[in-house]
């Protein structure tokens, strides 16, 4: 019986795989990678068996699920049971398909380590800048989402204890302070710990919803008459839930056999689409249309206190990591070329150190500038996760097939897929950032910079 993986590499391959060998093996007639020849280096990189890729990939589905299916519950509330799991499983499969497609394209080019480098193979150094600008910004937002996250959360267990800017002072500062690893597989470990927590958090929730509607929830619809800016939104929330892919190119490149990626990617998603359809559903039968985002909220005083004291791993760590990937491009960027990253001395740490300050004070800013968690989330998709994981899927296809689009009918059919996918990402860009910024703009509860309570 074949293994999901090998269903997807017989029914996607963008090469023959003697091909892929020595493509791998050779590029203007040197061996070409990433991070260069670590034997003897005081730092290396190049680590992660596909177990700890699967872990790191948790991180992902930790970051998905801590921010993503907090969400997806309010999301149903606004589009109805039916169009919402056709929303969700439908574009789990196709972040599944990209997600092969972007480890296809890591190994016809094997020195690829971030965004940046696809993009200047794409579009030479313009491309180059600008999808590593890209990186950059969708990490820190990221980074600024979990530092709110870290607010709604600390607001909630201290019953607005504080002012809301010192909390997420304060979950700057943790964060940042847990960024400090330079390897992924430091970070592994924290990724496991972010996911065991919120696993329990969504469960407890469950539970907790249940057990208040004492086994009868109110009336819930299998589909909802919306309008367009409250519906897109709730599209946009369930395609942030899939936003894992940023972080693809350096989780391969750390790798041992980069050929395992895919065991680690069906091990995400597999996870990630059943666990969204059961809580979202589970959560909106029990709680309804009141349902709240983030949805710990809803799960009552006392429970609601518990869910998030058990999320606090995933609510920092998740964050962590997703910012690890933003600093790693700029430490790689800056360093690549020299032997600093390979260094343990002060110049070396020092570098890093001042790189994540950087970097979480924006995010603070931001945070603080947009405090409500599903617009954030609106914005995040719409900017950014909707090329990074759907649109840019059939621009890496295309290049990587380019001459043989039309060559039989299966190149055909897969041209026609691919082309569908940028159009999807083009219409979730364009549309939902009209969206999300209306809801910004038109949000009465939108208060920037203030200590009210952001529970």
């Not at 589909?223 to 409250?230: H, Y």
């Not at 703009?441 to 200590?451: E, F, G, Q, V, Y």
């Amino acid at each position: 019986m074949s293994s999901p993986a090998d269903a997807i590499n017989k029914a996607t391959p963008a090469y023959p795989e003697n091909e892929i060998d020595n493509l791998e093996e050779e590029k203007q007639g040197q061996v070409v990678d990433a991070f260069g020849n670590e034997d003897g280096a005081e730092v290396k990189y190049k680590t992660l068996a596909w177990w700890q890729c699967g872990m790191c990939t948790l991180v992902m589905i930790s970051e998905s699920v801590s921010l993503g299916v907090l969400s997806l519950p309010a999301a149903v509330a606004s589009l109805g049971i039916v169009p919402s799991i056709i929303l969700i499983v439908g574009l789990g499969i196709v972040a599944t398909y990209t997600g092969y497609v972007i480890a296809q394209f890591r190994i016809r080019y094997p020195h690829i380590q971030n965004l940046a480098d696809a993009g200047e193979i794409l579009l030479g150094p313009f491309g180059r800048e600008l999808f590593g600008l890209g990186q950059i910004l969708f990490s820190i937002f990221i980074m600024g989402s979990h530092i709110l996250t870290f607010a709604v959360m600390m607001n909630t267990l201290t019953d607005h204890g504080t002012c809301s800017i010192v909390f997420s002072v304060i979950g700057m500062v943790i964060c940042m302070v847990c960024s400090l690893p330079r390897t992924m597989k430091n970070i592994t470990w924290i990724s496991i710990l972010s996911f065991l927590s919120i696993f329990s958090a969504v469960m407890v929730t469950m539970i907790g919803v249940g057990v208040q509607a004492h086994g009868q929830g109110p009336m819930v619809e299998l589909t909802v008459k919306t309008g367009l800016v409250p519906a897109f939104s709730a599209v946009t929330n369930i395609v942030f839930a899939y936003c894992a892919h940023v972080a693809f190119f350096g989780l391969i490149s750390e790798m041992e056999d980069p050929r395992d990626f895919p065991k680690s990617l069906c091990m995400l998603q597999v996870f990630e689409i059943t666990l969204y359809c059961v809580a979202a559903m589970v959560i909106y039968h029990y709680v309804g249309h009141d349902v709240a985002s983030p949805a710990l909220t809803s799960a009552g005083p006392i429970l609601k206190k518990v869910a998030y004291g058990i999320a606090i791993p995933t609510i920092v760590g998740a964050g962590v990591v997703n910012g690890h990937i933003g600093l790693k491009y700029i430490y790689y960027r800056l360093f690549s070329k020299t032997g600093l990253m390979h260094r343990r001395d002060a110049m070396a740490v020092g570098s890093w150190i001042a790189i994540g300050v950087s970097c979480w004070v924006i995010a603070l800013i931001i945070a603080e500038s947009i405090p409500v968690f599903s617009n954030l989330l609106s914005l995040i998709s719409s900017l950014f996760a909707s090329w990074f994981s759907y649109g840019l899927g059939g621009v890496y296809w295309m290049h990587l097939n380019w001459g043989q689009m039309f060559s039989s009918p299966r190149k055909i059919a897969l041209t026609i897929v691919n082309a569908g996918i940028i159009l999807i990402g083009a219409t979730l860009c364009g549309l939902g950032l009209y969206v999300s910024g209306k809801a910004i703009h038109d949000d009465s509860s939108t208060s920037a910079w203030t200590c009210r309570n952001t529970a």
